[in-house]
Every structure is written in C-alpha cells, then in structure tokens.
C-alpha cells in the first residue's frame, strides 16, 4: 500500500538556519512527490513537485527537495529561514494512472527570532 | 485566474440545521476534490469528482454527507442535519487528471455547528 511519513510533527529553527522537513514515502510504483505549504487560515498551496528527471527539484521562497528512490525519501530544504516560513508542510505522493494523492500528517514549522 | 473560489468563508449554524457549502474550480480542471481538516484527523479527503462524476465517496463520513457536481464550474457538499461534531474547515480543490500535475485549493470554509 502507498504512504507518507513526515517525521516530527513540530519543528522549530532560529531564524537564518537551516530547515529541513523530512518526508518518507511507501510505494511499488514510480511515484510523483509533492510538498504543499498551508499558512494560518488559508488553503493549501503547492510549494514544489518531482515527476521525472532531475532529483533536486526547487520550488517557490528559495525551498528545495531531494527525490532519492533508494532511501524512498524526499525532504524538504531551505538554506536559511525566514520569520514569513513559519506554516504547516505536507509531503504528498501520487501514482501513474491515479486520481487520489495520499497526503502525509503534516510538519508545522516554527521559527524563532 | 481567480483561483479555486469557495463560499461562503465563514459559516456558523445550530445543530440540526442543513448547511451547504460551495465551490468553483479553476476552469479547465477536470478533477474536484472535498477535503475537511480538523486539528484532532489532519486532512482527510470526502469525495473526489473526474469530469463531474462521483469517482470515490467512500470518505464521506455519514450519510448526512453529499456531494454533488451538476457541471464543470460548481459543485456543492451538503451536510443535513449538521452536528456539533462536524466543525471543520472544509477544503475544495481541483486539478487535471493528470497524477503529476497537483492540485490547487480553495481558502476554505470554516464550519462551526453549535
């Protein structure tokens, strides 16, 4: 059966350091991968996706993520946090011929002056 | 593109009254989903449509829940009669067909039953 892990439900980060959400999937088939970002009282909205070719995807606000088959991993980077970056990170996956896209639990990101 | 348009933003009704919650998809997206959100379940998908057609409702928790998609640019989730348990925000998003493309979500409605 497919399925998302996100690791750590919080995480929190100084602003200027490092942040790096972390996303498992589970899946017998090529996946697509997506991280969506969800703002205080607002809608999902889609921040980067992998399809095929190039494993380092980059996506909007200076965010990146790795798509990496052998550890079924695609984690998501941004060199240095903002205070703006504080929000809610769901990794997502979807399949060649399917409708559905399976959702993880979500990352809500905290950022600390 | 205005975007995926859901109204109304904010709803607030008594037990036992019918709510109807609605949405307007991007045009030319031929895929609709209805998802709720809760702080106690996260996201969890109701019911999505291909080309207006009903495709898996099997998240739809009662049969107090419907959905319907009389044609491309509309559809509705009705939920008679609503229960304080029903609180939520409920999402609409759309999209093609297609696996890889993602999807695009409305602002929400967030429902209070009281």
């Known amino acids: 059966a497919q399925s998302v892990t996100q690791l750590g439900s919080h995480v929190s980060v100084s602003e200027g350091a490092l942040v790096l959400l972390r996303c498992n999937y589970s899946s017998s088939v090529p996946p697509y991968l997506f991280w969506y970002v969800q703002y205080p009282n607002q809608g999902l909205q889609l921040l980067l996706k992998?399809?095929?070719?190039?494993?380092l995807v980059k996506g909007i606000n200076g965010f990146e993520a790795e798509f990496k088959k052998s550890e079924t991993s695609f984690h998501l980077t941004k060199p240095s946090a903002h205070m703006s970056d504080a929000a809610e990170y769901f990794c997502?996956?979807?399949?060649?011929?399917?409708?559905?896209?399976?959702f993880g639990a979500g990352t809500r990101l905290f950022v600390k002056a | 593109d205005a975007g995926v348009i859901q109204s109304p933003r904010h709803e607030v009704t008594e037990m036992g009254q019918e709510v109807t919650l609605r949405c307007k998809p991007i045009s030319g997206h031929n895929s609709l989903f209805w998802y709720r959100q809760t702080m106690m379940r996260g996201l969890e998908l109701l019911i999505y449509?291909?080309?207006?057609?009903?495709?898996?409702d099997s998240g739809m928790p009662e049969d107090r829940f419907s959905a319907k998609m009389p044609n491309a640019s509309f559809s509705t989730l009705k939920i008679q009669p609503s229960e304080p348990r029903d609180s939520a925000v409920y999402f609409c998003?759309?999209?093609?067909?297609?696996?890889?493309?993602?999807?695009?979500f409305g602002s929400g409605t967030r429902l209070t039953v009281v």
């Open positions: 992998y399809t095929t070719g190039a494993t």
């Open positions: 998003a759309s999209s093609l067909a297609a696996s890889d493309y993602g999807y695009t």
């Open positions: 997502a996956v979807s399949f060649t011929g399917g409708f559905k896209t399976i």
């Open positions: 449509f291909n080309n207006n057609v009903p495709i898996d």
